[in-house]
Nanobody, 112 residues
């Protein structure tokens, strides 16, 4: 059974940092795209960042220069380092592993 378990969300002040982790189990994801989506209240889910084991990465424009995605293929784990957080980054963040697997989501709240 495939499972994606996220951790690292929470409440942080504007300008602060958080690191999200997503541990995948149940199959080999080394050749799969892995990434993070987010969904804010009243908005559609959007892709934040994605990556391949080759090192290729992709980011939505609003997080470029602030967020960094990385992965540890040996551990089937993907990370999202989030710096210089803004209130508009507040959302539920979901881990994704291709072709169709999702985590349960972790809340990130940026507020003073």
């Amino acid at each position: 059974q495939v499972q994606l378990v996220e951790s690292g969300g929470g409440l942080v002040q504007p300008g602060g940092s958080l690191r999200l982790s997503c541990a995948a189990s149940g199959r080999d994801f080394s050749i799969s795209v892995m990434g993070w989506y987010r969904q804010a209240p009243g908005k559609q889910r959007e892709l934040v960042a994605s990556c391949l084991s080759s090192g290729w990465t992709n980011y939505v424009d609003s997080v470029k220069g602030r967020f960094t995605i990385s992965r540890d293929n040996a551990r089937n784990t993907v990370y999202l380092q989030m710096n210089s957080l803004r209130p508009e980054d507040t959302a539920v963040y979901y881990c994704y592993a291709g072709p169709r697997f999702w985590g349960q989501g972790t809340q990130v709240t940026v507020s003073s």
